[in-house]
């Protein structure tokens, strides 16, 4: 990624014009029922358009944190021990596709852990093309990330954007809004029925040594 967008990196209140964006970003919402603890949710960041506009967007940058610590982690890039990993959008139209007819191959996201707990990433790309517009009736898909919910997760785990920046290839920043920027997983903390037993049998044990003693 380009020096000038990493240097452009700003929450979005300090994004010039933000009154006058055309782009909303979102952050996929959490399923409506609980996880179990071990499971692994994907989620996606993506653009809508409630007005026609003409971005010409080239590039971008995101930073997501997840709260609280030990709830869960990003997943590590399987192909790159130390990195993370983001996908490409599974539902909608695709930030990195190439545009013409000799160029098919989609540009990856780049990833990486900003924090030891892999509790944080930033994740960048630089458009295959020379210019992307986002189209009012499909959206626009920009990355899917997937968050491994910890075994000892105590309760929801928050996935939250805490940063972005979008770029035209001459480096100016595209304003965006935030709309849906916080997303929260609930986890279903309740012992699976077999560790019930277990606690189950373990306090008959303890029970009946009373009873000898």
């Given at each position: ?89 599974q539902s909608r139209t695709y930030f990195g596709d190439t545009i013409g007819p000799n160029s098919r191959t ?108």
């Open positions: 990624m380009r020096k000038l967008l990493i240097g452009a990196l700003s929450a979005f209140a300090l994004v010039p014009g933000l009154a006058q964006a055309a782009l909303v970003l979102n952050l996929e919402q959490g399923p409506t029922t609980a996880v179990n603890r071990g499971s692994t949710v994907p989620l996606e960041l993506f653009f809508n358009e409630p007005v026609a506009a003409s971005e010409a967007a080239n590039a971008f940058q995101a930073v997501l944190k997840i709260t609280p610590a030990g709830g869960g982690v990003f997943e590590e890039s399987p192909d790159s021990p130390g990195d993370a990993f983001a996908d490409l959008p989609p540009a990856f996201p780049t990833a990486s852990f900003q924090t030891p707990d892999r509790s944080q990433i930033v994740v960048s790309i630089l458009s295959a093309s020379a210019s992307k517009n986002v189209d009012v009736t499909d959206n626009m898909g920009l990355i899917r990330v997937p968050i491994d919910i910890s075994p000892n997760a105590t309760g929801p785990v928050t996935v939250q954007l805490v940063s972005f920046s979008l770029a035209d290839a001459a480096g100016n920043l595209i304003p965006v809004a935030p709309g849906n920027v916080t997303s929260v997983i609930p986890v279903n903390v309740v012992p699976e029925p077999a560790s019930l037993g277990l606690l189950a049998i373990g306090g008959l044990l303890t029970l009946r040594r009373r009873r000898v003693a």
